[in-house]
DNA sequence: CGTAAAGTTCAAATATTATTGAACAAAATG
DNA sequence: CATTTTGTTCAATAATATTTGAACTTTACG
């Protein structure tokens, strides 16, 4: 078990109210980690990106461990999946060896790490998927031909309409 | 087991050929599987919809349980997701009493119909949250107040963007 | 009605994904 | 350079989500 206050391995409101995160850090930790799920990142990455939204200043690893009550593996590699996407930066403190994060708070910056770091290259996996299709296609039959070609040009047109919108999107989010 | 055919639970690539499924089929379903994961969705989701996405004609349930060697329970449940965001419509013909499949093929009306069903009561539900919070922050002393409503603010924010540009979008999907 | 076909539901089984923690690596400190 | 602090990795474990299939409901048909 990862902590040790605990008395079974679930993290819940009791808890974390027990290591001392006030009513509101809860209350927000729990929107990021339901915000997260949405996304479909794991728990602990709305956990700890919920905390430093929710602290002044910013924080240790260590720290978030302690007040979240979650693994050492579980902290570093959340940690890792927010630098990935730039929700999160280090911050250094004089006289601390420590790394310190504290999150991005801009709308534009956290879309945009995040359609680049974990939609961009899946997305590029399809078009490339799609190319080859488009080769398997072309040695059929016309008959068979025609309704497959119809079907495939259907898919490039979504994809240049995404194309053209996400960045627009991303600059309608500069303010 | 679902199924006569496979010596295993799994449904490769070798078994949806077996089934007669064509390889541009066994593309699409592959292509729309990827897609479903991306969108937070279950596989057999995307198998379904990526089945009759590659189908020129509409498909009853039966058939499409034989041709992606899935379970009754995954097929109907499956069904009732895409008809929930209505990716796909029933269409009916004479003579039979089953329930015919055919997918939707507008991007504007895909997406229109999952942020509406999937998206939308998860951001109210958010919006629900906020709202406790900010009864929560308002009793707080007025340092501690003034840190929590800096935040809170921030995500009032990102929410008033986000219900800016959905609309936005979607008119810009109607081509 | 009685029967059969079509479709749904849900508890149990399975598959997938996240978390843990101990072993390891890197880097600063004295 | 030995030691301590900081952080990473990854195999085992735990937790979660999906799939299955048998029991059930609903609807149509003779």
Redesign the pocket.
């Known amino acids: 078990?990862?902590?040790s206050a605990g008395t079974?391995?679930?993290?819940g409101r009791d808890e974390m109210s027990r290591r001392g995160l006030s009513q509101v850090e809860v209350a927000l930790v729990e929107f990021f980690v339901s915000l997260a799920?949405m996304a479909?990142?794991?728990?602990?990455?709305g956990e700890i990106y919920g905390l430093l939204f929710a602290s002044e200043e910013s924080l240790?690893?260590?720290e978030i461990i302690a007040r979240l009550?979650?693994?050492?593996?579980?902290a570093?590699?959340?940690?890792?999946f927010l630098r990935d996407c730039q929700a999160v930066r280090t911050v250094y403190r004089v006289g601390?060896?420590?790394?310190f994060y504290e999150p991005e708070l801009g709308l534009r910056n956290l879309a945009a790490g995040f359609l680049k770091e974990k939609i961009g290259p899946r997305l590029a996996e399809g078009s490339r998927k799609l190319a080859q299709l488009e080769e398997v296609i072309a040695k059929e039959t016309p008959t068979l031909r025609r309704v497959h070609e119809n079907r495939v040009h259907r898919i490039r047109s979504w994809q240049r309409t995404g194309q053209k919108i996400i960045p627009f999107a991303l600059k309608f989010l500069k303010a």
Chains 1, 2 share one sequence.
């Open positions: 078990m990862a902590h079974n391995g679930k993290r799920d479909g990142m794991p728990k602990s990455v240790a690893m260590d009550g979650l693994s050492k593996g579980s570093s590699q959340g940690l890792r601390d060896r420590r790394d």
